[in-house]
């Protein structure tokens, strides 16, 4: 039995059609002209109890639409979506229940006054159980460190403290399901950690369904097991990390940095580069590794001119992702 | 309940936090009394009482008209329009709508406790302000016991009006100046500054088929003892009814609403 099960989704919006300038905009005011913007468009998928599942595609993708519509605060165009049962944007109130939610951007607690205020807030908004408040609370202290600042008024945290906070008040009730949009926008390594971990540990100890999306490859490497993504509204994969990795991600980047000379690279692309940028002095190649690695292009540079440093990269999941869409979108091409 | 009494709690706490906006508003609020009293001094000047649809109208029961008019202004005056307006333009209200509790019984909370906060630290300046140095007339218990159930209506009324603008938002996005239409409706057809006792005959028979009446003017004839006791109960039963007939408009409304909403941002 899936938990989340979300069914040929899709979900347009109008946006009335604007004119350029002063008068444009004045016409725009009385003119009936919509475009439509199709923002999710036919997605199918379903996630299992107790999964982590990585939400991901470039901005603009449609994610946050897919995650506004499960947790029912907007209606499907066509298309549904079912949530423990539950059709979400019909039973809206019955559907909160059971699920916690983290808009990165934006804050549930209450602006102006301490924290513990807005804590005690849901707990009586949720009905939590003494006993049940009690051990959360002693476990988010903990892991979060919310004690530290939970007499302070919101306005007056930092992003990292805030972030943790919102992550207490949305796990207080236990949710069977927790949505995090972006939750570790904005943050330094250390607290990015330390949110990674606490994500991690819900999951586990509580077994927690977890729906993240995110623009960060470490939150996906370390937390995700399975990863949907999604790109103009279009699924485009959905699968496990590994698999994906295997299939798009042979892609290594390989910087040099060498006196100043005037090599010409072109004659690294018989060789399996795939690109390259080189200023004279900064070289930014790109490569398959089946075809080459980095030896053999630093011996090639070698060769030409002094060079003074290098670093490799292991290609990055927006890496990856484009590179996938680069080559669905060939493909669909050629069907043409 | 127990939330309930958590977000006014919390409604209440915010106002707090907000004294020199207080201390403003105060101030606005008395400079704005005294102006309203001195002009009724200049206007009645000459004579020892005015005409009116309901009789003759002598000064002082202007004066306390015009400060139950305040009063009632302070306790009943809610920000749920504005509210409504902010939280969909930056789709914030996505955070009111993921909680098992419906927006209603949020914002109403909302407006529950910054009304105690009003009540306890805005209205109180006013009062002493029209005991001391005008002739604000007490008019007797029962008069005061029926002045709150209308009140309390009036409130109610007020709420639901400026709910039901507030969801139009979910087609317009912004509805602030819609919140100014209805506020100067209520100015006018309400009464707060004149009553309708001096409306001209047209103005006061449109105002008849309007909610708005039922805010201001018709609580405060109950107050100043300008209606019998089959008047208070006509009035406080019509009120019941344009609450009712309220609800109905707002559920439709909501229902029709919340599938246009679009949670802006993200
Ligand atoms: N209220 C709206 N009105 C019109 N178009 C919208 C609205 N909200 C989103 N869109 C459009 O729908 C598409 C998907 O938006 P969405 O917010 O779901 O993207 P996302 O995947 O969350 O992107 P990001 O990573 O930047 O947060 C975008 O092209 C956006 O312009
Ligand atoms: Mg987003």
């Known amino acids: ?336 | 309940m127990k939330a309930y009494i958590e977000i006014i709690r919390n409604s209440f706490l915010t106002g707090i936090t907000y004294r020199v906006n207080t201390l403003l508003r105060i101030f606005g609020a008395v400079v704005s009394l005294l102006v309203q009293i001195s002009l009724w001094y200049v206007l009645f000047q000459s004579k020892p009482d005015a005409t009116s649809h309901i009789g003759a109208i002598k000064l002082s029961e202007m004066v306390t008209y015009t400060i139950v008019s305040t009063l009632t202004h302070i306790i009943i005056s809610n920000q749920v329009i504005m509210r409504l307006d902010n939280k969909i333009k930056t789709g914030q209200i996505a955070m009111d709508l993921i909680k098992p509790m419906s927006l209603k019984a949020i914002l109403g909370s909302e407006m529950i406790g910054t009304t105690l906060y009003n009540v306890i630290f805005r209205s109180l300046p006013i009062l002493l302000i029209g005991i001391f140095l005008f002739s604000f007339q007490f008019s007797g218990w029962l008069n005061l016991a029926f002045f709150i159930i209308a009140l309390f209506n009036a409130a109610v009324i007020f709420f639901e009006l400026s709910y039901i603008v507030g969801l139009t938002g979910f087609w317009y996005t912004t509805v602030w100046h819609m919140g100014r239409v209805l506020d100067n409706a209520i100015r006018v057809f309400g009464g707060s500054f004149i009553p309708l006792w001096f409306f001209p005959e047209s103005l006061y028979h449109i105002s008849m088929f309007l909610p708005f009446r039922f805010i201001y003017y018709t609580p405060i004839l109950i107050y100043i003892g300008k209606v019998d006791m089959k008047g208070v109960i006509e009035i406080i039963l019509q009120q019941w009814v344009w609450i009712a007939i309220l609800i109905i408009i707002e559920k439709v409304i909501w229902k029709f609403g919340i599938k246009k909403l679009v949670i802006q941002g993200g």
């Open chain 1, 1 to 336: 039995m899936s938990i989340i099960k979300v069914e040929n989704l899709t979900k347009q919006f109008k946006r009335t059609k604007r004119k350029k300038g002063f008068f444009g905009a004045i016409k725009t005011l009385f003119s009936n002209e919509y475009e439509i913007k199709t923002a999710v468009h036919d997605v199918s998928f379903s996630v299992e109890k107790g999964e982590i599942v990585g939400y991901i595609g470039p901005n603009g993708a449609g994610k946050s639409t897919t995650i506004k519509t499960l947790v029912g605060i907007l209606v499907p165009t066509s298309g549904n979506a079912e949530v423990k049962g539950i059709i979400p944007y019909q039973s809206r109130i019955e559907n909160a229940r059971n699920i916690g939610v983290v808009f990165g951007q934006r804050t549930q607690l209450w602006w102006d006054i301490p924290v513990v205020d807005s804590i005690n807030l849901m707990r009586h908004m949720y009905k939590i159980q003494d006993a049940l408040f009690e051990e959360n609370m002693k476990i988010f202290s903990q892991v979060l460190g919310i004690d530290e600042f939970i007499n302070t008024p919101v306005r007056q945290l930092s992003l990292g403290q805030r972030m943790r906070a919102d992550l207490c008040v949305s796990l207080l009730h236990s949710p069977d399901i927790l949505y995090l949009d972006e939750p570790t926008i904005g943050l330094d390594v250390v607290v990015k950690e330390n949110i990674r971990n606490f994500i991690k540990k819900i999951n586990k100890e509580m077994g927690t369904t977890i729906v993240l999306t995110t623009h960060d490859m470490d939150d996906i490497e370390m937390l995700c097991h399975r990863l949907i993504v999604i790109d103009k509204g279009h699924l485009m994969y959905d699968g496990d990390m590994g698999s994906l990795k295997a299939k798009y991600g042979s892609n290594e980047r390989l910087t040099i940095i060498t006196e100043k000379s005037d090599v010409d690279l072109k004659g690294l692309l018989a060789l399996g580069v795939s690109e390259f940028k080189y200023n004279g002095i900064k070289a930014d190649i790109q490569y398959e590794t089946d075809k080459i690695n980095a030896m053999g292009i630093l011996e090639w540079m070698m060769q030409r001119c002094r060079v003074k440093d290098f670093s490799i990269h292991q290609v990055n999941i927006e890496e990856v992702i484009r590179k996938m869409y680069r080559e669905l979108d060939e493909r669909s091409k050629m069907m043409k």
